[in-house]
T-cell receptor
Framework: GQQLNQSPQSMFIQEGEDVSMNCTSSSIFNTWLWYKQDPGEGPVLLIALYKAGELTSNGRLTAQFGITRKDSFLNISASIPSDVGIYFCAGQEPGTASKLTFGTGTRLQVTL | DTAVSQTPKYLVTQMGNDKSIKCEQNLGHDTMYWYKQDSKKFLKIMFSYNNKELIINETVPNRFSPKSPDKAHLNLHINSLELGDSAVYFC????????????FGSGTRLTVV
């Protein structure tokens, strides 16, 4: 089935730095979502995007729905230690109601 | 007050056994899901139910059988457990087709020995 590729796979950054990650697919998506998963917990929704070109912010997080509808980007500004975790993109393809396809994940680690 | 709750949190069992994982949501959502997360953290959908009706059944061995007694509950029964079934299983719910995102439970870590 469809798989979303995320990059980078993992990253170490210093506290205060900005972070960028992206997600690409071989087919178009109607909806892009970004989730964060903390150890021992389920993923939690961060941002949802519904239109090509849409740019949405949630605090220090900003995400964009790519113009081609085949990619999405997440930026985190001024990272803090609690940003540590795994970030997943997820998308909903046309005609696949009730099914989200998840990306391969980006593991973020922050050093003080 | 937990929105999507799964039990048990941890499950260690021997190969060949049958086990169940329970899931309940109190969000009033009409769609529920089971996802499997493997050791590389990849999340893959297994099943989806809408108002107790099965709407997604991915390529999953028929040893896995979901049951939804009502729209607030979706349980997962696994027969004849195998070593490869070891993973974290997540229940989730959404209103409608999930375009506004899912709410996930905290997962059940299944270890088959």
């Amino acid at each position: 089935g469809q798989q979303l590729n995320q990059s980078p796979q993992s990253m170490f950054i210093q506290e205060g730095e900005d972070v960028s990650m992206n997600c690409t697919s071989s087919s178009i998506f109607n909806t892009w979502l970004w989730y964060k998963q903390d150890p021992g917990e389920g993923p939690v929704l961060l941002i949802a995007l519904y239109k090509a070109g849409e740019l949405t912010s949630n605090g220090r997080l900003t995400a964009q729905f790519g113009i081609t509808r085949k990619d999405s980007f997440l930026n985190i500004s001024a990272s803090i230690p609690s940003d540590v975790g795994i970030y997943f993109c997820a998308g909903q393809e046309p005609g696949t109601a009730s099914k989200l396809t998840f990306g391969t994940g980006t593991r973020l680690q922050v050093t003080l | 007050d937990t929105a999507v709750s799964q039990t048990p949190k941890y499950l260690v069992t021997q190969m060949g056994n049958d086990k169940s994982i329970k899931c309940e949501q109190n969000l009033g959502h009409d769609t529920m899901y089971w996802y499997k997360q493997d050791s590389k953290k990849f999340l893959k959908i297994m099943f989806s139910y809408n108002n107790k009706e099965l709407i997604i059944n991915e390529t999953v061995p028929n040893r896995f059988s979901p049951k939804s007694p009502d729209k607030a509950h979706l349980n997962l029964h696994i027969n004849s457990l195998e070593l490869g079934d070891s993973a974290v299983y997540f229940c989730a719910s959404s209103q409608g087709a999930g375009g506004y995102g899912y709410t996930f439970g905290s997962g059940t870590r299944l270890t088959v020995v």
